[in-house]
């Protein structure tokens, strides 16, 4: 069964560093996104992404965070200079079609900013 | 702000019992609505979508909607251990446009006990 993979699934970075979270969404899937989720915490979206742009983003997502689809199969989540707060699990999720809107998770990547 | 609401648990019923989740939502031009699973340092998985009023049926899980009550519900009958996890309540973006981005609830943390 297709699926939606994330890597690394651990990243330990300094504060101020910059990092790259990567996604592989399922292969027939034209939306992409990304959410996270801080221990304890629900799950917050941060953007969606469609025809190679940024359909929305939240207030979350601000100038620190960009979003790029490299190639034909990656997708990206790039944070310039992390903090603290960063401290998260950020998932990718894709989906098919924009009617149901059924968005399918990878495992997440837990990025943690000493 | 768009809000999802879950009754926080935790919820504890015994094997073989009926296990009943909750939600409600304010938006009232949302369309999509899901049940996702989350095991604890796990991604959200899905387990149900229903878009129209009325019940959804999928093996041992029962999705129920209302939508003049804003309400959305799981059931899951013949509870097992396996079934042990927090349960998101997750709804899509609604009225003013937003149709790609899932708003999720802070969970309900089932524990079913042998």
């Known amino acids: 069964e297709p699926e939606v993979t994330q890597t690394p699934s651990h990243q330990v970075t300094q504060m101020g560093q910059e990092v790259i979270l990567r996604c592989v969404p399922i292969s027939n899937h034209l939306y992409f996104y990304w959410y996270r989720q801080i221990l304890g915490q629900k799950v917050e979206f941060l953007v969606s992404f469609y025809n190679n742009e940024i359909s929305e983003k939240s207030e979350i997502f601000d100038d620190q965070f960009s979003v790029e689809r490299p190639d034909g199969s990656n997708f990206t989540l790039k944070i310039r200079s992390t903090k603290l707060e960063d401290s998260a699990m950020y998932f990718c999720?894709?989906?098919?079609?924009?009617?149901?809107?059924?968005?399918?998770f990878g495992p997440g990547t837990r990025l943690t900013v000493l | 702000q768009k809000e999802v609401e879950q009754n926080s648990g935790p919820l504890s019923v015994p094997e073989g019992a009926i296990a009943s989740l909750n939600c409600t939502y304010s938006d009232r031009g949302s369309q999509s609505f899901f049940w996702y699973r989350q095991y604890s340092g796990k991604s959200p998985e899905l387990i149900m979508s229903?878009?129209?009023?009325g019940d959804k049926e999928d093996g041992r899980f029962t999705a129920q909607l209302n939508k003049a009550s804003q309400y959305v519900s799981l059931l899951i009958r013949d509870s097992q251990p396996s079934d042990s996890a927090t349960y998101l309540c997750a709804v899509d973006g609604g009225s003013g446009g937003s149709n790609y981005k899932l708003t999720f609830g802070k969970g309900t943390l089932l524990t079913v006990n042998p």
């Open positions: 229903i878009y129209s009023n």
């Open positions: 999720a894709s989906s098919d079609r924009l009617a149901s809107n059924t968005q399918y």
